[in-house]
């Protein structure tokens, strides 16, 4: 009887030394999900000098303020544009995968002399409050010379959360 008491004395030990890393480290279960859900002031910027697509069109390189939103499943975000008009919000969608994420946008050409298309962000949370990443501009101009068969354009961007205020806006 002593030997089984002792053999699961010892079971009970290296379990329980076993499980303790699992338990104490902030990997576990107990460790909060990323989310881009808030007010972000994203700026952009050329890589390798590129200030323009192939087709010569540019969107600039402005801040820009983007805010996301989550509920339940459904996960949208929209450009606030009030460089254009205080109700221009191009839509756009997110998704989260650990420290990645996604997010395409609209945007908005009010008529067909400016650039239209899509923007697709690749990015990494460097912070709960900072982001990181490549932004690809799909313009609806065709170009048989890109592997999509459109005019694209990379450039980098960096992103910082907005700290939010007690009455739920920003500046």
Known sequence: ???????????????????????LTTTGAAQTERTLSGEWIVKSSPIDGKMTSPKGITLGFPDRDMV??????????????????HDVRPLGVWRVMGDQFSATFQLWCPDTTGPCGSIVMRGQFVRDDKINGTMTAFFDQEDDNTPTGYDTWTFSFVGNRVASSSSGGSN
Request: net charge neutral; charged share 20%.
């Open 1 to 23: 009887m002593t030997q089984i008491m002792c053999k699961v004395f010892k079971l009970l030990l290296c379990v329980t030394l076993c499980a303790l890393p699992a338990l």
């Open 68 to 85: 996301f939103e989550q509920q339940g499943d459904l996960r949208t975000g929209v450009v606030l544009r009030e460089d254009v008009g």
